[in-house]
């Protein structure tokens, strides 16, 4: 097969160690293509890429990329892209794999089992010696209001409805899914928050969604519901989330993502006892299966010059 000259620039975060096990996957997958780290390019190299493979770049290094017109994140939230990239004429494509939504979707359905099965109450009660059984409550008899009914959101909500949940979903525009009560716009949302015990979060960061959850929304959710955010940390108004917890007008909540990862030390969601910490782990993107996907991007590209945009910067996601 003949070789592409022009180079396929990898880029990521300056202390991303994954670089080598990237590179040579998307080589792998794209034989007839020349991936290149950023740190290998030439000068040639920087004045002739057209489309570059990112991982959370450096906006200065796109910068170095003249003839630049689209980027292939290998993440699905591309909130720091949008922002780097306002204004140009770049296109961003983002990571749209199913298999990323079903890890997410498995993790969606394992914390809210861990909320529903009341395995917070249950835990401090073992701390405290204390023998006390909770009274069942069947999944039929729990809401759970999804935010956001994208790639992930719905594979998301696929899930729980199997596992017999009453999931209702929010989203920008009206959605239409199989046992899924689907809501929009603000009356929606406020009419998704009263009824919902569990409240996942599967929204972009945009300028409509930082800071959502925010007193106000967060307390027109029923006392003791839990809330489960596995979107990015700044939807969330840390100070609301902490008086809701404190109060206990919010029962629990698991939280994977923050406003500055990783967490400090100091950070107070480490010592809450309403709080199940992770550390940015809900859904890792597999490398050889987003390599595959990018790969197929790039041969369209290559074969029809479509960039195949799949993120509006207007909108933000
Ligand atoms: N923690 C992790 O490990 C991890 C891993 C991967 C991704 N993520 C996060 O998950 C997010 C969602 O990913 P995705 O692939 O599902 O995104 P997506 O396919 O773009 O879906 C986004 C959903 O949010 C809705 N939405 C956006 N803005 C809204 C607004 N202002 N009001 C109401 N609904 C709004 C969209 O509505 P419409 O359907 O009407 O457009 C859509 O349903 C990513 O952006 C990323 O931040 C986290």
Request: net charge neutral; with cysteine.
């Amino acid at each position: 097969m003949k070789r592409n000259d022009t180079p396929i620039p990898f880029i990521a975060a300056e202390r991303n160690r994954e670089v080598p096990a990237w590179v040579a996957a998307l080589q792998r997958a794209m034989p007839d293509e020349r991936i290149v780290a950023f740190k290998d390019l030439s000068l040639d190299d920087k004045e002739n890429a057209t489309v570059a493979i990112v991982a959370n770049p450096d906006p200065l290094r796109l910068k170095e990329l003249p003839s630049l017109r689209w980027v292939h994140s290998v993440w699905a939230g591309v909130e720091r892209l949008v922002t780097d990239l306002a204004g140009s004429e770049i296109g961003i494509v983002r990571l749209v794999d199913p298999k990323l939504a079903a890890t997410m979707a498995e993790a969606v359905l394992a914390w809210t089992l861990y909320l529903h099965r009341e395995m917070p109450t249950y835990l401090a009660q073992q701390r405290q010696g204390l023998w006390r059984p909770l009274a069942y409550v069947a999944p039929q008899s729990r809401s759970v209001g999804i935010l956001g009914l994208g790639e992930l959101g719905r594979a998301s909500a696929a899930r729980l409805v199997d596992a017999g949940f009453k999931v209702c979903g929010w989203s920008r525009q009206p959605k239409s899914l199989a046992g899924v009560g689907c809501l929009s716009g603000a009356d929606g949302l406020a009419t998704m928050l009263a009824q919902t015990d569990i409240l996942v979060c599967l929204l972009p960061l945009t300028a409509a969604t930082r800071g959502l959850l925010a007193a106000e929304t967060l307390g027109r959710l029923p006392q003791g519901a839990s809330l489960i955010n596995f979107a990015r940390g700044a939807i969330v108004d840390d100070a609301a989330l902490r008086a809701a917890l404190d109060s206990g007008a919010l029962a629990h909540a698991v939280l994977d993502v923050f406003t500055v990862e990783p967490l400090p030390r100091e950070a107070w969601q480490w010592q809450h006892p309403r709080v199940t910490l992770l550390p940015h782990c809900s859904a890792a993107t597999d490398i050889a299966s987003a390599a595959h996907i990018v790969a197929c991007n790039v041969r369209r590209y290559r074969e029809t010059g479509e960039i195949p945009a799949n993120v509006e910067l207007a909108r933000g996601y």
